[in-house]
C-alpha cells in the first residue's frame, strides 16, 4: 500500500509550530477558567454510575425502565438533594405514596441553549459557527434542545410516553411492565438502545453510525434486567422504512463495575450494515469511568475479522464530582469512517465543567478541541469541506445553559 509521504516545509513547519503554540497558550486558558469555575459551576444529569454507586437497576429513580429521561418520585428526591438521599429518607413511605398515583401524567421540559466561540476565525469565509463548522467570522447562540415530555400512566402496568423537541416528535410509545424489573415491552418511536446512553451532541465515536442523541425508529423493543444481568432487543425500521432492522444488547454488573456489548444488523439501502460495540462504566466514590468500542461493517457476509472492518470509533472518560452541585470531567474520542482511507479519522478531546447552580438548572463550559491529523490527504484530494475542517484540527469554546422541570 502507498503511504503518503512528505518533505520538510519551513513555512509550514513555522504555521505548525505557532498553532502548537496557540493550543498550549488554549488549553492553559481553560485550566484557569475551570480553576475559577469551581468557586461558581455542575452536572444534573443521571449517568450508569449513580446505578452501580446505589446499587440499584434503573427503574429505582426513573419512569422508564430502560433508564434516563423523567424521574419518580425516588428519583427526583435524589435529584433535589444534588444526588444524595436525605439522612431521614423513608424509602417505604415513599413507596406507599407513589402507588397511590396511579393513572398519573407527569410533564417534563428539558431546554438547553448554547453559546459557540470558534477559536479559529475565518473573516472571508462570511459563516457562523456551527456543531460542524470549525471556522467562522462570527460566533452565535444556539438552541440545542427544547424538549417536553408527557407520561401518563394508564394502569399500575402500562405508561404512555410522547416527547416533542421544537416541532420534531421524538417518543411516542407505550410500555407495558409484563413482569416487574424482569421484562418491559414498548412498541413505537423511541431511541435505539445501543451501548451507552449518551445525550452529548459531540460526543465523536456515534457520529459516523446514526446512533446519536436524536436518533429515533419505529419499532417494538423488550428488555428487562434479572439479578446483576441486563439486557434488551428491538427490531425497527431501516432508512428504506422496511421493518429490517435489529439489535440486542447484554451485560451485567460486578460491584462498582457495569459493562456489556451491542449488536446491531440493519439493511438501510442494498447490502447489510452491522455494528458491534462494546462498553464498561465504573464508579468509585467520586470518580467515574467510561468507554465504548464500536467497529463496523456491510456487505452480504457477515464477517468481522480485521480486514473486513470498515470503520471503527471509540472513546474513553472519566469525571470527578468535586462536591455535590459540582463535577469536571474529560474525554478522548476518535472516529475513523473507512480504514481503507488513510487519514480520514477524526480526533477530538472534549473538557467539562459543569455546575448545578439552582435544583432545575446548571451551566455547563466545554472546550472542544479536534486534534490535527498528521496522515490527513492533500487538501485537494479531501472533497467534504466539514471534513477538511476537522482534519486541519481546530477548537470551540461552548458556554451551554441546561433548565429542566
Known amino acids: 500500500m502507498d503511504f503518503y509521504s512528505t518533505q520538510l516545509n519551513i513555512p509550514v513547519l513555522r504555521r505548525n509550530i505557532n498553532k502548537l503554540n496557540i493550543q498550549r497558550l488554549l488549553i492553559l486558558t481553560f485550566i484557569s477558567i475551570v480553576s475559577f469555575s469551581i468557586l461558581i ?35 427526583e428526591i435524589f435529584e433535589e438533594n444534588y444526588f444524595e438521599f436525605p439522612e ?8 406507599e405514596e407513589t402507588k397511590e398515583l396511579i393513572k398519573q401524567i407527569t410533564t417534563s421540559l428539558d431546554l438547553q441553549t448554547a453559546f459557540i466561540k470558534t477559536i479559529h476565525v475565518d473573516e472571508e469565509e462570511g459563516t457562523v459557527a456551527g456543531c460542524s463548522s ?20 394508564a394502569s399500575e402496568h402500562v405508561r404512555l410516553t410522547v416527547s416533542n423537541n421544537v416541532g420534531t416528535t421524538l417518543n411516542a410509545f407505550a410500555t407495558v411492565d409484563a413482569i416487574p424489573k424482569h421484562l418491559y415491552v414498548r412498541v413505537g418511536q423511541f431511541r435505539l438502545p445501543f451501548g451507552i446512553k449518551q445525550k452529548d451532541h459531540n460526543i465523536l465515536v456515534r457520529e459516523g453510525y446514526g446512533l446519536g442523541s436524536n436518533k429515533r425508529d419505529v419499532g417494538l423493543e423488550a428488555g428487562g434486567s434479572y439479578g446483576k444481568i441486563f439486557y434488551n432487543a428491538a427490531f425497527f425500521n431501516a432508512g428504506n422504512n422496511i421493518a429490517n432492522g435489529s439489535l440486542g444488547t447484554f451485560g451485567g454488573q460486578l460491584g462498582p463495575i457495569r459493562a456489556g456489548i451491542s449488536c446491531m444488523l440493519e439493511k438501510p439501502d442494498e447490502e447489510w450494515e452491522r455494528i458491534i460495540g462494546a462498553f464498561l462504566t465504573a464508579s468509585f466514590g467520586d ?58 479519522a477524526g480526533k477530538r478531546i472534549t473538557f467539562t465543567a459543569k455546575y448545578n447552580f439552582m435544583e432545575n438548572g446548571a451551566i455547563s463550559l466545554f472546550y472542544w478541541a479536534n486534534l490535527p491529523n498528521n496522515d490527513r490527504l492533500p487538501d485537494e484530494k479531501i472533497a467534504s469541506k466539514s471534513e477538511l475542517r476537522q482534519l486541519e484540527g481546530t477548537n470551540q469554546l461552548i458556554l451551554m445553559s441546561h433548565f429542566w422541570f
Do not use: W
Request: hydrophobic letters at 35%; aromatic letters at 14%; charged letters at 25%.
Open 41 to 75: 459551576i455542575n452536572s444534573a444529569e443521571a449517568r450508569p454510575e449513580f446505578a452501580a454507586e446505589l446499587d440499584k437497576d434503573c427503574t429505582f429513580c426513573h419512569i422508564d425502565p430502560a433508564g434516563g429521561g423523567p424521574r419518580n418520585r425516588v428519583g
Open 134 to 153: 470549525c471556522h467562522s467570522s462570527v460566533d452565535r447562540f444556539f438552541l440545542m434542545q427544547a424538549e417536553a415530555t408527557f407520561n401518563a400512566q
Open 287 to 344: 470518580l467515574s469511568l467510561e468507554g465504548e468500542f464500536n467497529f463496523g461493517n456491510s456487505g452480504e457476509v457477515l464477517s468481522f475479522a480485521d480486514d473486513t472492518v470498515d470503520s471503527k470509533g471509540y472513546y474513553f472518560g472519566a469525571k470527578y464530582r468535586l462536591f455535590p452541585q459540582l463535577s469536571l470531567s474529560g474525554r478522548y474520542g476518535l472516529f475513523d469512517p473507512d480504514r481503507m482511507v488513510l487519514g480520514d
Open 88 to 95: 431521614d429518607f423513608d424509602m417505604e413511605a415513599v413507596t
